[in-house]
């Protein structure tokens, strides 16, 4: 079946910035999301990008997509301690656009 | 806006009894999804609604699980009988547009 992968473990200085890498399989995925969860917390939304989009920037959070290689990132400019979660990245499984298939997250944690 | 609402948050069952969830979504939002995250893994997909019919269920242990949306608006997930590897998180979400779909905070189940 299709599969998302990404790092278990992320620790950075606050203030620093953070990258958090995925790859996947689907290569018919045409959305890509990332999500946050604070502890006993559901997941957040954080941004979607599309498949023909090769970059995405909001705010803090610049989003990366090498669609050849089936790779995506994360990247979250001057980390604060707030940031401390699990990020999950999503694909949209290319049958049913509303079928998200998770990676296993990302837990990074910040250091004051 | 509300957010998706999901009761009870936790839940402590004896394996062999049932359970049920209930889940309202954002109004209007046509889309409803049940997830279930066990312990360190990414959400899985259970089944998903449009309005009140099933969309997909693909991943639904239908021998033991049954999910209902009624009147296409809110939604109950059942369990009967539960095992003890349906310890986890059951997340619904809403969506009225395929690519964005908002999480609720989840039912925290334990089976003992």
């Known amino acids: 079946g299709e599969d998302v992968e990404q790092s278990l473990f992320l620790s950075v200085r606050e203030g620093d910035s953070s990258v958090i890498n995925c790859t996947y399989t689907d290569s018919s995925s045409t959305y890509l999301y990332w999500y946050k969860q604070e502890p006993g917390a559901g997941l957040q939304l954080l941004t979607y990008?599309?498949?023909?989009?090769d970059m995405k920037q909001d705010q803090r959070l610049t989003v990366l997509l090498n669609k050849k290689d089936k790779h995506l990132s994360l990247r979250i400019a001057d980390t604060q301690t707030g940031d401390s979660a699990i990020y999950f990245c999503a694909s949209g499984d290319g049958g049913s656009q509303g079928n998200l298939i998770f990676g296993k997250g990302t837990k990074l944690s910040v250091k004051p | 806006e509300a957010g998706v609402a999901q009761s009870p948050r936790y839940k402590i069952i004896e394996k062999r009894q049932s359970v049920a969830f209930w889940c309202n979504p954002i109004s209007g939002h046509a889309t409803l999804y049940w997830y279930q995250q066990i312990l360190g893994q990414g959400p899985k997909l259970l089944i998903q609604f449009q309005n009140n019919g099933v969309v997909d269920d693909s991943q639904l242990p239908k021998d033991r699980f049954s999910a209902e949306r009624l009147k296409g608006v809110d939604s109950t997930l059942k369990i009967q009988p539960a095992k003890l590897e349906d310890s986890a998180v059951y997340l619904c979400a809403s969506s009225r547009t395929v690519y964005e779909q908002y999480f609720g905070p989840g039912t925290r189940l334990t089976v003992t």
């Open positions: 990008i599309f498949s023909n989009m």
